[in-house]
């Protein structure tokens, strides 16, 4: 069989010429065609969506609030974040760098200073690249 394909080349507002291309294909061919491009098709919508490396459940708008200061206390926000907590737990994922730190700096605020070891000690655990930093604030809370 015969098939006539037109393509027509357009620039913005201004069309070329038209351009007439004759292919000659017969039917093996055309069915070979349709059918990789169906298999590539479905190959493709069979792909799983990527995996999270971490768990947010919350933290950013927690973390915003925090800095924005927009009246909600330190005792609200540690009960959000350790809810959180508890889901991210409960998923077996990890929660996000710096949710611990966070956590340990609200219980700060309100004279937790036992909870606040726990949280640095934990950030340390899961995060080694921000042992320096959570070893700074430990020092400054025992002083």
């Given at each position: 069989m015969i098939f006539l394909l037109e393509l027509t080349v357009a620039h913005g507002n201004l069309t070329t010429n038209n351009q007439t291309f004759l292919y000659l294909m017969n039917t093996r061919q055309r069915k070979s065609i349709i059918l990789s491009l169906l298999g590539g098709g479905l190959l493709t919508g069979c792909v799983n969506a990527p995996t999270t490396l971490?768990?947010?459940?919350g933290y950013q708008p927690q973390l915003y609030e925090y800095f924005k200061d927009q009246g909600k206390g330190p005792e609200a926000q540690i009960?959000?974040?350790e809810e959180g907590l508890?889901?991210?737990?409960?998923?077996?994922?990890?929660?996000?760098?710096?949710?611990?730190?966070h956590l340990g700096l609200l219980y700060s605020q309100i004279g937790k200073e036992d909870q606040v070891v726990q949280e640095f000690?934990?950030?340390k655990g899961l995060y080694p690249e921000s042992t320096v930093y959570m070893d700074f604030l430990l020092k400054k809370l025992v002083k």
């Open positions: 971490y768990q947010w459940e009960g959000t974040l508890q889901k991210i737990r409960a998923t077996g994922k990890s929660p996000p760098p710096g949710y611990h730190a000690q934990t950030e």
